[in-house]
């Protein structure tokens, strides 16, 4: 159980585009769902927090205009990046949790994003 | 602010023997829960061992156990009988249960790679 898809695993694009990367709960009602930033060889980044059918919670210095994030069921988040740029090609991960405090964050595979 | 620190950057163990990856935290929340996670090169996230603050036996998982030291604020993990499959990069995260502004949010450690050799 606690299996946690994102699509596309991988994406290339041209600069100024908007790549839209999708997160699914499986097999549970995600209240809660994280967005993650990771660079080669680092620790993750939260970017943003979401909670289903409000909005997006950004950690401070994440543009949300730039990282869009809508948490439209319980089973489903995305991540938009307008406009993208070459300096945001990154690991972008996504992870889900029933909502209690003390429940576990299950993560998905996650999305290399590289932008030309 | 809470914080993780991991203070191995990489790891070497020899195939069969045991590691112990180190973590300690800060926080003055007395509520809190620890998580291990594991990412090989693939890039997933594996949940692998969580310890709640208030547990009072050390955690186990399978060939993973979690030291948990209160007072002195550690919690390390524990590999058993490693794996040439064990080598990945390990993270140690915290969250705080009291804090329901921000739900579970994890704030994770910088990582520690580990190399089991054959």
């Known amino acids: 159980g606690a299996v946690v898809s994102q699509h596309p695993s991988w994406v290339i694009c041209k600069s100024g585009t908007s790549v839209k990367i999708e997160c699914r709960s499986l097999?549970?009602?995600?209240?809660?769902m994280f967005w993650y930033r990771q660079f080669p060889k680092q620790s993750l980044m939260l970017m943003a927090t979401?909670?289903?059918?409000?909005?997006?919670?950004?950690e401070q210095g994440v543009e949300k205009d730039k990282f869009l994030i809508n948490h439209a069921s319980l089973t489903l988040s995305t991540l938009t990046v307008t406009s993208a740029h070459p300096e945001d090609s990154s690991f972008y991960i996504c992870?889900?949790?029933?909502?209690?405090?003390?429940?576990?964050?299950?993560f998905g595979p996650g999305t290399r994003l590289l932008v030309l | 602010a809470q914080k993780i620190t991991q203070t191995q950057p990489g790891m070497f163990v020899q195939e069969k023997e045991a590691v112990t990856l180190d973590c300690t935290y800060d926080?003055?929340?007395?509520?809190?829960?620890l998580f291990w996670y594991k990412q090989p090169s693939s890039g997933e996230m594996i949940f692998l061992i969580y310890?709640?603050?208030?547990?009072?036996q050390n955690a186990t998982e399978g060939r993973y156990s979690l030291n948990f030291q209160k007072a002195r604020k550690s919690a390390n993990l524990v590999i058993s009988a490693s794996q040439l499959g064990d080598s990945a990069m390990y993270f140690c995260?915290?969250?705080?249960?009291?804090?329901?502004?921000?739900?579970?949010?994890?704030?994770f450690g910088a990582g520690t790679i580990l190399r089991v050799k054959s």
């Open positions: 992870s889900a949790s029933g909502g209690f405090v003390e429940e576990t964050q299950y």
């Open positions: 097999d549970f009602q995600a209240t809660t």
């Open positions: 979401s909670n289903e059918g409000s909005k997006a919670t950004y």
């Open positions: 926080t003055s929340d007395p509520s809190y829960g």
């Open positions: 310890q709640g603050s208030y547990d009072q």
């Open positions: 995260a915290m969250s705080l249960l009291s804090d329901m502004e921000y739900g579970n949010k994890l704030v």
